[in-house]
């Protein structure tokens, strides 16, 4: 199905097939399959980019209602559509089909209209698309070849544009010793019920990822051109959890994929309540979220 992108319409675009290499990781190429499965757990088991995200970003980036967001690696749409009404419009671009009919799904759901989707690679840009006032990349900027892509986007940028880097964990929380109201979600013990499923190599996609990019996004965007790297940070919060949500988190990875279980998928499920279930029988978590930093590039 294709429509104007800016109609809140998804254009099934072929992705390329010049799929290029993550520059952390030259063991490893991208493929299609890597979420394979996880869109519908990834809304569900993430926790949603808190409101504060949006207001500090109005006011850093003197944002009124104008202008043309694009989110890079846009999953399900969670910063998409919390940032979509600062805009005149907002486009989010994912290479996975079912994370983007998701993000279509909830548009409709919350009434945000000036919202589209285009299925699109980072590697790809600028593609056919229009220029930019801001571009987001929350999450997704380490499974890019990123000097590439940084310098696409930046060559898309309305003059006085911005580039915004999320740094963010919103699959599960950080240890604490903070009395909490319930159970911390037994991390540790999924880690190791997983490796028992799909062994101790880092699963991605149709491959194993043996390393990936150790930071150095500063001097990726000034040699792409950009200046600035003002950073953000927006405090943690405390968040109350379900055994259903904590379970979506874990097929929301792309290394915990229900592709990767094949038909082990419903043995695995199993493990995982059970193991869920004693550590807390009420089905009741609370967790402690990390900080979130926003790096402003101008």
């Known amino acids: ?86 805009f005149a419009e907002a486009i989010g671009v994912d290479p996975d089909a079912d994370m983007l009919a998701v993000a279509g799904r909830l ?69 604490t010793d903070l009395e909490l109201p319930h159970p911390q979600p037994p991390y540790p013990e999924i880690a190791t019920l997983v490796q028992r499923y799909l062994g101790t190599r880092p699963r991605a996609g149709q491959g194993v990822r043996t390393s990936g990019p150790t930071g150095g996004e500063d001097a990726i965007y000034r040699a792409a051109g950009f200046t600035g790297g003002r950073q953000v940070e927006v405090p943690g919060r405390l968040v109350d959890r379900t055994t259903d949500q904590i379970a979506a988190s874990t097929y929301s990875l792309s290394s915990s994929a229900p592709h990767l279980f094949g038909d082990r998928l419903d043995a695995f499920d199993a493990d995982l309540r059970r193991l869920l279930a004693a550590a807390s029988p009420s089905g009741r978590y609370s967790e402690q979220l990390d900080s979130i930093r926003l790096h402003l590039w101008r």
């Open 1 to 86: 199905m294709s429509g104007d992108a800016g109609a809140g319409v998804w254009q099934a675009d072929p992705v390329s097939s010049d799929e290029g290499v993550p520059d952390g990781d030259p063991g490893w190429t991208w493929d299609p399959s890597l979420y394979r499965g996880s869109a519908e757990y990834y809304a569900i088991g993430r926790a949603a980019y808190p409101g504060e995200i949006a207001e500090v970003l109005r006011a850093e980036l003197d944002l009124d209602g104008s202008g043309r967001l694009l989110d890079v690696g846009c999953g399900p749409g969670s910063l998409t559509l919390l940032l979509a009404p600062l």
């Open 107 to 175: 548009a409709a759901e919350r009434q945000v209209p000036n919202v589209g989707w285009r299925r699109l690679r980072g590697e790809e840009l600028p593609a056919d698309l229009p220029r930019i006032r801001v571009a987001t990349f929350a999450q997704s900027f380490h499974w890019m070849d990123r000097p590439r892509v940084a310098r696409a986007v930046r060559g898309m940028l309305d003059d006085g544009g911005a580039l915004v880097h999320v740094s963010a964990t919103t699959h599960r929380g950080v240890d």
